[in-house]
């Protein structure tokens, strides 16, 4: 299309999987994302009444897909925080065209649907469907103004959504999301009952004054395979969290995540005794949130477990992954990762004895509503070609007896062109120093080009290391 998008394959009349060739515009699109995950609160309904009194702002909550509608540089398309784009000639652009320069709204990309409430699940089918995909049911909903012409909206966000009804003039495929006023737990508790209880939204969106922004939903019950466990280090009777594992329809389990809530101290005693005789040997090693290694197990329980949410990605825009799993004569072994979709506040809630670990009673396919369209298409990690290393430094330094290193990787995917989950380029900053009560630290960030990978790998360089560091290997 031009210099500032490349690539792509074909959707309708348009492209979708293009790639954005500005990184500093990608990381404008990243850093909101960023910034706003870290403002969201999980709200379950059972805690409305717990909002404080005072003026909310309410929106819909749509089942779809943080996207952002951008015009730049006399050029008009959908851009998602790690850079690919969609655009091209499709009917969710007719009405926005004469967009200022410069602009970014961020909002929710979904697809329309009749008879139900859309899921995102609906916009990756839609996604995939190439030459013929149906482009008319590609809807993006704006909720929030990022840039206005260039510069960065700070005003007030009654203001920003103003701005937006007036810049986009509403069509069937582009519209701002409404946000109405309330006073009281009890009006959001009325709102909730019309619009998500009775099936007509997802959730709700609740932004205080303060700056918090809760996000209310109902909860979400999985069944799912325990296939770990580990021990409270101070009550080596009690069962401290279980991993949990989903199958997929070829046999494999894929890791869902890890729930620590498993209720009273005599629950997880009795837990405790019903793991350990399930314990099997393993080739994987998977750790804790607090280091330790979780002891893996024959997959013979069923646990249903409620959480607030699933989260298909992580706050700075990358992928969610989690490993997948055989179990074979060895034990546990690992085939590599697969995009996923993360529990949020997950609480154990019973095991089920009435179920079995197969593909029907743990299977995948419950988590899949939660993936996103960039997940569509997804290939084993065996099918695709392997990733080029293009820079690698390490410094070290003594500090109070304490060792710190610090070490930046810069790599090729290779799979962009491939598997649309993947990036072009990733930039990786590991920061490791024993006297911390954080010892490890980690940043990853993500470019389209070799170019702006490097800038931000100088950037990176020139931040972290100052006088004292000393370049032990390239």
Known sequence: ??????????????????????????????????????NYRALPPSEIDALPPGRMLVSTKLDGELWFLVSWDQQTFLASSR????????????QVKSLPDRTVIAGELHARVEGRRARVGDLAAVMAGGKKAKVQDVCFAA???????????TVAYETRQARM???????????????????????VRARFDATVTSGEAEGLIIRLDSGLIYKLKPSVSIDAAIIAYTVKSDQADMARSILLGLMHEDGQFQVLGRCGNLGTDDERK??????????????????????????????????EVRMNDLQSDRSDGTVATSMMLSLGKAGWEIHGMRQSASPIHPVLERLRSDKKVDTTDVRF????DYLPSEAAGVKPAASLPSSTVLRREVWSKEAKGQAAVRKLVVWKTNKETVDRMFPAYVIHWTDYSGGRASP?????????????????????VEENIKKGWNKVST
């Open 165 to 187: 009804i007036e810049m986009l003039t509403r069509s069937a495929n582009c519209s701002v999301i409404p946000t109405e006023s309330l006073n009281t737990a009890a009006q």
């Open 270 to 303: 009795a837990l405790l005794v019903t793991l350990k005789k399930l314990n099997i040997a393993s080739a994987v090693r998977y750790a804790s949130e607090s280091g330790s290694l979780y002891t893996f197990i024959r997959p013979e329980l069923v646990a």
């Open 143 to 153: 909720f929030d103004l990022v840039q206005d012409s260039g510069n960065v909206a």
């Open 1 to 38: 299309m031009s210099k500032l998008i490349t690539g792509g394959k074909a959707l309708g009349a348009g492209l979708c999987d293009a790639m954005l060739n500005d990184a500093a515009l990608v990381d404008v699109l990243a850093a909101y994302r960023r910034r706003v995950a870290g």
């Open 440 to 460: 490890l630290d980690r940043e990853v960030r993500l470019a389209p080009d070799e170019a702006g990978a490097m800038k931000i790998a100088d950037l990176m």
């Open 83 to 94: 850079g690919i784009v969609i655009a091209g000639d499709l009917p969710i652009f007719q």
């Open 365 to 368: 396919s419950q988590v899949a």
